[in-house]
Nanobody, 122 residues
Framework: QLQLVESGGGLVQPGGSLRLSCAAS????????IGWFRQAPGQEREGVSC????????WYADSVKGRFTNSRDNAQKSVYLQMNSLPPEDPAVYYC???????????????WGPGTPVPVSS
């Protein structure tokens, strides 16, 4: 059974950085792209980034390009999202999701983690 668990969220000051982790189990991580998504209060969930296999295949939302970086360690069964220069008052819950394929589009998530909150202080 595909399982994902995010960690690393927490209160951060504007302009600060966080590194989120996504631990995978129950499937071969090196066979699936992993996407990061976020959902702000009252908003729909939106795609943030995607890292395919191999990890040269990546996608970022325009809003995070240059600030966020994906990485993955298939041996450790983990994927990471380094977030820098977080804007003020932009709280959201961040989710990782396993895609049905290894490509770098993450358009077809088949399993989700429970999410980790990233509240950004004002």
């Amino acid at each position: 059974q595909l399982q994902l668990v995010e960690s690393g969220g927490g209160l951060v000051q504007p302009g600060g950085s966080l590194r989120l982790s996504c631990a995978a189990s129950g499937f071969a991580l090196d066979k699936k792209a992993i996407g990061w998504f976020r959902q702000a209060p009252g908003q729909e969930r939106e795609g943030v980034s995607c890292v395919g296999v191999p990890d040269v295949h990546q996608w970022y939302a325009d809003s995070v390009k240059g600030r966020f970086t994906n990485s993955r360690d298939n041996a450790q069964k983990s994927v990471y999202l380094q977030m820098n220069s977080l804007p003020p008052e932009d709280p959201a819950v961040y989710y990782c999701a396993a895609d049905r394929s290894a490509s770098g589009s993450c358009a077809w998530p088949v399993a989700w983690g429970p999410g980790t909150p990233v509240p950004v202080s004002s």
